[in-house]
């Protein structure tokens, strides 16, 4: 069974720091395409960033130079370090590997 489990999401203050994780079982996340994300009220969801299997990274013109993505292979484990947080960064981030899995989500809330 393949399960993808995001934590790290909060409250954090304009300008602050989180790391995001996606927790996978089931699945070597080392050659899937990992993507992060995000969704609000109302609205699709769309895409924050991507690894592939060759660790090479992508990320929305929104996100770029603010948030990164790694993968460790030996945790099975996928990241988004997020920096220089602003309030429209708040939304539920998840997590997706391949095209057929998703995780539950976790929530980013940046507000002073």
């Known amino acids: 069974q393949v399960q993808l489990v995001e934590s790290g999401g909060g409250l954090v203050q304009p300008g602050g720091s989180l790391r995001l994780s996606c927790a996978a079982s089931?699945?070597?996340?080392?050659?899937?395409?990992m993507g992060w994300y995000r969704q609000t009220p109302g609205r699709q969801r769309e895409l924050v960033a991507t690894i592939d299997s060759d660790g090479l990274t992508s990320y929305a013109d929104a996100y770029k130079g603010r948030f990164t993505t790694s993968r460790d292979n030996a945790k099975n484990t996928v990241y988004l370090q997020m920096n220089n947080l602003k309030p429209e960064d708040t939304a539920v981030y998840y997590c997706r590997a391949g095209t057929a899995y998703w995780g539950e989500g976790t929530l980013v809330t940046v507000s002073s």
């Open positions: 089931g699945i070597p996340v080392s050659i899937y395409v």
